[in-house]
């Protein structure tokens, strides 16, 4: 780990404003060792969450701060996409060849259901992107990533808890393209090994929001993940009281499907750990069987909740009297999911040490104090434009320009 003195490693978070992005990126700033680069398209996250993370770090700051800790809270915010390899070459171009040290890649198209009806796209997007940005990094010899992957990894495992020895069958394109990802790093730190470090996580299912309410989950549309679902039904954005819930005939405790929950701020942490893992003096790599340094793990708690423990602990902490509804099961869904942890543990540090409560506290906190997600008013004071964000514009790989500083509040809109 680096002292307070070191120079700060610039990193690349992409997806940097998403749910996920967002906490990972508290994360780093949080250490001061890190300048953070956020890559987003706004596809499914906004602005506006960066601006928040930022605000948290400068709030931290001890009263003695060097000039370097208060750089530390400046994010880099560029909205590209990184389907068009020019835009993302000329953020590469800014920062020079070796000039950033990292990448942590979370940007992806994540609805498993929509993965069925157009998986052209989820391939073109998940791999595509994945593929086009590891050939930039490959010019600018930035040879280390921390990959965002998914339990979906496994499809039906044969096993509980699920290890990762367990083979890569995923049910739906989503899931398959994950796999495919995770190949295309294996094979890469194959034929570079002197060169490429990549660590692959495999999240189940992250929760839970920051303690402050100022940062937490707001994805556009309906939301199609179960906690946010019930956090808008009780405050009132979706005007229904009664759960859909699918199957109640699963050889589960109480018949409904079982999921290892996490705090997403504990799965940050894990991002943060991997990429340590991946520092030129870490021994993460030494018990690997061959000379590639990749390996993958999971993050997760090791412990299943069911739909009808959620939907109990939701209404515990909110007062909201939620019904809910059997109807048949969902294709695709199974039993169990629950990681085996053990792995992370032992060789990053890894812990998960908060709990449901905790999980479904600090999401009612954040979605009362943003009852509109980041769209709306929010009760809690968040400067709008502070110039504690960088906000920048992309630049292609065929101009000489430098990215343009800009005023956040003229960014219009939140493009795909």
């Given amino acids: 780990m680096s002292s307070p003195s070191s120079p700060l490693k610039t990193v690349i978070v992409t997806g940097g404003a998403g749910y996920i992005g967002s906490h990972i990126v508290f994360k780093l700033v949080e250490t001061r060792r890190f300048k953070v680069i956020s890559i987003d398209n706004y596809h499914n996250s906004y602005p506006e969450s960066l601006q928040r993370v930022s605000k948290l770090a400068r709030d931290a700051l001890p009263p003695d701060a060097t000039e370097q800790d208060i750089e530390s809270t400046n994010i880099d915010v560029y909205q590209c996409d990184l389907t068009k390899p020019d835009e993302i070459r000329g953020i590469f171009m800014k920062y020079g060849k070796g000039g950033i040290w990292g990448v942590i890649h979370v940007a992806a198209y994540k609805a498993v259901g929509e993965s069925t009806q157009i998986p052209i796209t989820y391939y073109a997007n998940n791999v595509?992107?994945?593929?086009?940005?590891?050939?930039i990094m490959d010019e600018f010899d930035c040879t280390r990533m921390v990959y965002s992957s998914s339990a979906t990894v496994y499809g039906t495992p044969p096993e509980i808890p699920i290890p990762e020895t367990t083979r890569l069958k995923a049910d739906s394109p989503y899931g398959k393209t994950k796999v495919v990802c995770e190949t295309i790093l294996d094979d890469l730190c194959h034929?570079?090994?002197?060169?490429?470090?990549?660590?692959?996580?495999?999240?189940?299912?992250?929760?839970g929001a920051h303690p402050s309410g100022l940062i937490g989950e707001h994805p556009r549309g309906r939301p199609g993940n179960l906690l946010p679902l019930l956090a808008h039904m009780a405050v009132g954005r979706i005007k229904e009281d009664t759960l859909k819930v699918f199957g109640n005939d699963y050889p589960t405790h109480d018949g409904t499907c079982v999921r290892d929950y996490l705090h997403v701020l504990d799965l940050a942490a894990g991002h943060l750990l991997a990429l340590d893992a991946l520092a030129p003096e870490?021994?993460?790599?030494?018990?690997?069987?061959?000379?590639?340094r990749?390996?993958?793990?999971?993050?997760?708690?090791?412990?299943?909740?069911?739909?009808?423990?959620?939907?109990?602990?939701?209404?515990?902490?909110t007062g909201f009297d939620f019904k809910y509804e059997i109807i048949g099961r969902r294709k695709g869904d199974v039993p169990y999911l629950i990681a085996e942890p053990s792995l992370a543990e032992k060789e990053l540090g890894f812990q998960a040490p908060q709990d449901l409560?905790?999980?479904?506290?600090?999401?009612?906190?954040?979605?009362?104090?943003?009852?509109?997600?980041?769209?709306?008013d929010s009760v809690v004071e968040v400067p709008k434009t502070n110039g504690i964000v960088n906000v920048k514009s992309c630049v292609t790989s065929t101009t000489e320009t430098v990215p343009a500083e800009v005023n956040l509040s003229k960014i219009n809109g939140h493009g795909h």
Wanted: net charge neutral; glycine share 8%; charged share 20%.
């Fill in 128 to 135: 595509g992107a994945t593929i086009g940005l590891l050939q």
């Fill in 191 to 207: 034929a570079e090994p002197e060169r490429w470090r990549a660590i692959s996580l495999r999240y189940f299912n992250p929760a």
């Fill in 282 to 292: 870490s021994t993460v790599f030494n018990n690997c069987q061959d000379e590639a």
């Fill in 294 to 317: 990749f390996k993958a793990y999971n993050l997760g708690k090791g412990k299943g909740m069911s739909v009808l423990d959620i939907l109990a602990a939701m209404r515990k902490v």
């Fill in 357 to 376: 409560d905790a999980m479904c506290q600090d999401l009612w906190n954040w979605q009362t104090k943003n009852p509109d997600g980041y769209e709306g």
